[in-house]
Nanobody, 124 residues
Framework: VQLQASGGGLAQAGGSLRVSCVAS????????WGWFRQRSGKEREFVSA????????YYADSVKGRFTISIDGAKNTAYLQMDSLKPEDTAVYYC??????????????????WGQGTQVTVSS
């Protein structure tokens, strides 16, 4: 299983960006998905997660109401739409997946597969 992340880039505070992650592998359309980020000098932290259908979603308090996770099962792709960006959202964003969304969706060890990370920079 491979995850390929794309998107991200540079935005001004208050702006928007979208990151995407495509999975290749068997039954990828049934994966549980997660997004994490790692700010400079900080540990990797949970951002959002979703079930394979997108019907169940979770968000970190820091992004709730500003970020939206969505899943396109036909394309084996997860998206993270980031609106009302803040400078503190600057980080490397990682997508993650596993065969199902489990109870430790907010922990990195809840996922077996990881993408390579994509940089998001928000200027003030």
């Amino acid at each position: 299983v491979q995850l390929q992340a794309s998107g991200g880039g540079l935005a001004q505070a208050g702006g928007s960006l979208r990151v995407s992650c495509v999975a290749s592998g068997r039954n990828a359309d049934r994966y549980g998905w997660g997004w994490f980020r790692q700010r400079s000098g900080k540990e990797r932290e949970f951002v959002s997660a979703a079930s394979w259908s997108g019907a169940t979603t979770y968000y970190a308090d820091s992004v709730k109401g500003r970020f939206t996770i969505s899943i396109d099962g036909a394309k084996n792709t997860a998206y993270l739409q980031m609106d009302s960006l803040k400078p503190e959202d600057t980080a490397v964003y990682y997508c993650a997946a596993d065969r199902h969304l489990n109870s430790i969706y907010y922990r990195a060890n809840g996922y077996a597969y990881w993408g390579q990370g994509t940089q998001v920079t928000v200027s003030s």
